[in-house]
């Protein structure tokens, strides 16, 4: 055979070699990734990858399985999850932020003139875990309640984490699919039940406060506190003034 008839017949050999490569998947590279909505190579039809739902952008943490009457999460003192209350580190004018959202239903918009609580001023850094508080309650079809925030006198103690605006006192009695019922001493003020703390529990959990506290006490009703640590966000300044 002549050297031309050999260098004729090498190039159709390389070319029925690259046909085969065209033609048979996996034969000389990699199998092609299965286009969206197709199996991938090996796959049965009909079967796909299981794919985790995402959590809501609002949602820091998972829901606890439960959340019982008189229990923290952590399992620790407030002053250990949120650091204790100091006169030399807070500052009202500087610290305290005004929140509304027309979702929540803040009682000291209802107390009158003769009450100076504002519920709506809070410590710079308990806002976020708040609003995500508020978003994962509206996807509820149910209303927040805020009923204590800063209060720099009375009702709390000398510790008490009011006093910076880092502790808030919350309800949401229509958490509860049951009817909520109404107080003996005032029909338009609707208790919270057991059912609806509970919900309302986890959903503080997930919303990312420091400390969340289902509180009993003798002396008032149900409710459940939270609070967040000083660094728990920057503060004002640094996000541009805001």
């Known amino acids: 055979m002549t050297t031309t008839g050999k260098i004729l017949l090498a190039v ?23 286009p969206p909505g197709e199996p991938s190579p090996g796959e049965a039809p009909g079967q796909k990858a299981e794919e985790k739902e995402p959590e809501p952008l609002f949602q820091v943490r998972p829901f606890p399985d439960k ?21 030399s580190l807070f500052s009202p004018g500087r610290d305290l932020v005004y929140v509304d959202d027309p979702r929540v239903w803040w009682e000291s918009d209802f107390d009158g003139d003769a009450d100076d609580e504002d519920d709506h001023s809070m410590h710079y850094a308990i806002v976020p875990a708040f609003r995500r508080l508020v978003e994962l309650v509206a996807m509820s079809n149910a209303t927040l309640r805020v009923q204590e925030a800063y209060r720099p006198a009375n009702i709390h103690s000398a510790l008490s984490l009011h006093k910076e605006g880092r502790a808030l006192d919350l309800t949401c009695p229509d958490l509860d699919p049951a009817a909520p019922k109404t107080s003996p001493r005032d029909g338009k003020q609707v208790l919270p039940s057991q059912v609806s703390l509970e919900i309302l529990a986890k959903l503080c959990w997930a919303a990312g406060f420091d400390w969340v506290y289902y509180e009993v006490p003798k002396s008032s009703g149900a409710h459940l506190h939270v609070s967040a640590r000083r660094d728990a966000a920057p503060p004002p300044a640094a996000e541009g003034g805001k």
């Open 12 to 34: 159709i050999a390389i070319h029925i070699v690259a046909l085969l490569c065209m033609t048979v998947p996996g034969s000389c590279s990699r199998r092609r990734a299965a």
């Open 67 to 87: 959340f019982p009457r008189r229990s923290c999460m952590p399992d620790m003192k407030e002053s250990e999850a949120s650091g204790a209350v100091s006169n």
